[in-house]
């Protein structure tokens, strides 16, 4: 008897090539040959007698009917995701796997403890992390959960609250020392000021400042941009490059060892917040639900 469902690797492949951009990524990602992924893709075709996807050299496109059963074929998935999830844990132990998207401020500064003392009361549970400045598509991309920073948008995620974190502006003592140390935020504007390009906008990431009792977003302006990491503002301040914002529990230790100064520390602004978020309409795992405790109880 032919086995009815063994064409489900082919469209694993091709679900994962959509998802990633190409043959080649899609190769990376499943851990075997562009062409191999090509020759599953031909076959679910052949199989179901309809064309996919468009290939051109240099991107893929779906087709109407690639469309439809990409959505269709994502909803099954999430359906035995779902299915194995619900056993997870059943013996009395958390077991299973967990997959986090974090941004590179709260990945290195704040994650870590937190993640250390779930990983000692759960360690059957494996962590999957991604530490990177980019807002992951939770569904399309196989992620439970992900911390983002900011003001949410209204998309249709659940966000659980994390923290409140404020910011302060700070230098190193050699730049102070030769540039001066600004006494108002008028006097920013004659300084170096080490500025963040979002990577979702293009746009300069205001500094929360503020200015005789009210709250202000003040744009740097300084001769040095950088984008991706924002880590690497601290990283140029510290060498003296010029004056940068950045989250108290990232430059805490620094300014305590006195490789930082805090500049203007009466112009402190209003904090940003950090979430936890997750799709609503999956349902998470004992394991998620643990994971997303842990880190809100602290």
Known sequence: MSRRYDHLADVEAFATAVERGSLTAAAQALGTTPSAVSRAVVRLETRLGVQLLRRTTRRLGLTDAGRLYLEQSRAAFALIDDAE??????????SG????????????????DRLRAFAQRHPRVRVEL??????????????????????????????????????????????????G??????????HA????????????F????????????????????????????????????GICQSYNFVVAQRLRSGRLVEVLPQARGRGRAFSAIYAP????????????????ES
Do not use: K
């Not at 999830?85 to 958390?94: A, I, M, P, T, V």
């Not at 999956?282 to 880190?295: F, N």
């Open 130 to 179: 991604s530490i990177a400045n980019r807002n992951v598509d939770l569904v399309a991309e196989g992620y439970d959960l992900a911390i983002r920073l900011g003001e949410l948008p209204d998309s249709g995620l659940v966000a659980r609250p994390l923290e409140h974190a404020p910011a302060c502006l700070v230098a190193s003592p050699d730049y102070l020392q030769r540039a």
């Open 206 to 241: 205001p500094w929360l400042l503020r200015e005789d009792g009210h709250d202000r977003d003040w744009i740097p302006a300084g001769g040095v941009r950088l984008s991706d990491d924002p880590l690497g503002l601290v990283t140029l301040a510290e060498h003296g490059m």
């Open 281 to 296: 309409h999956r349902q998470l795992s004992p394991a998620a639900r643990a994971l997303i405790d842990a880190l809100t």
């Open 97 to 112: 796997s967990v997959r986090l998207s974090v941004p590179t401020t709260y990945g290195h500064y704040r994650l870590p």
């Open 85 to 94: 999830r619900q056993l997870q844990g059943h013996d009395g132990e958390l």
């Open 181 to 190: 140390v600004p006494q108002r935020i008028a006097d920013l504007s004659a």
């Open 193 to 204: 000021c080490l500025s963040f390009v979002m990577p979702s906008t293009g746009r300069v």
